[in-house]
T-cell receptor, first 113, second 117 residues
Framework: GENVEQHPSTLSVQEGDSAVIKCTYSDSASNYFPWYKQELGKRPQLIIDIRSNVGEKKDQRIAVTLNKTAKHFSLHITETQPEDSAVYFCAAIWANYGQNFVFGPGTRLSVLP | EAQVTQNPRYLITVTGKKLTVTCSQNMNHEYMSWYRQDPGLGLRQIYYSMNVEVTDKGDVPEGYKVSRKEKRNFPLILESPSPNQTSLYFC????????????????FGPGTRLTVL
């Protein structure tokens, strides 16, 4: 089955700096890669996603890149703000078969003022 | 208001005492799923359901049961809870899966914190 690794497990950046979180997956059939943000004590919420036929997607300060050959994808947050502090989870699924979502273990991002 | 609700939000129980965590969504979503969240392990899928009467195992189904008799409800049943099922549980739902392809955002419930003594 699918296995998703995520690095780093914790990340601290200064406000205004950029943050990058990387994930690797094992199943080359996976074709959908969402990123969820979970603030302390709250539920996860989707912030951006990418399909396997796209190499990069951007939404204001956040972007995701996908390298299918290397089987890794990354979340990029620019001009970080204190409200970006949260745990971020990547996930991979083969959206065409079953719907078994496999999440990475998470990255705790702290944005220091 | 479009939402996913779970009950109870907090539960402390003892080993072996059957319990049910309810999940309900009012968005007419076809896909529903249960996850458990443990420190350092992220979100692990327990069971999911593509539609009424259609359920399938996720990565960690042992010790859990589910049913999907109605579109809006997807209860999680622990027939004989054990301490290793102490965790934070999330229910989630997403829109209709078209032709088996699901690129849809999952909407999560508020979570149920379960402690099994």
């Amino acid at each position: 089955g699918e296995n998703v690794e995520q690095h780093p497990s914790t990340l601290s950046v200064q406000e205004g700096d950029s943050a990058v979180i990387k994930c690797t997956y094992s199943d080359s059939a996976s074709n959908y890669f969402p990123w969820y943000k979970q603030e302390l004590g709250k539920r996860p919420q989707l912030i951006i996603d990418i399909r396997s036929n796209v190499g990069e997607k951007k939404d204001q300060r956040i972007a995701v890149t996908l390298n299918k050959t290397a089987k890794h994808f990354s979340l990029h947050i620019t001009e970080t703000q204190p409200e970006d502090s949260a745990v971020y989870f990547c996930a991979a699924i083969w959206a065409n078969y079953g719907q078994n979502f496999v999440f990475g273990p998470g990255t705790r991002l702290s944005v220091l003022p | 208001e479009a939402q996913v609700t779970q009950n109870p939000r907090y539960l402390i129980t003892v080993t072996g005492k059957k319990l049910t965590v309810t999940c309900s969504q009012n968005m007419n979503h076809e896909y529903m799923s249960w996850y458990r969240q443990d420190p350092g392990l992220g979100l692990r899928q327990i069971y999911y359901s593509m539609n009424v009467e259609v359920t399938d195992k996720g990565d960690v189904p042992e010790g859990y049961k589910v049913s999907r008799k109605e579109k809006r409800n997807f209860p999680l049943i622990l027939e004989s809870p054990s301490p290793n099922q102490t965790s934070l549980y999330f229910c989630a739902s997403s829109e209709r899966v078209r032709q088996g392809i699901n690129y849809n955002e999952q909407f999560f419930g508020p979570g149920t914190r379960l402690t099994v003594l």
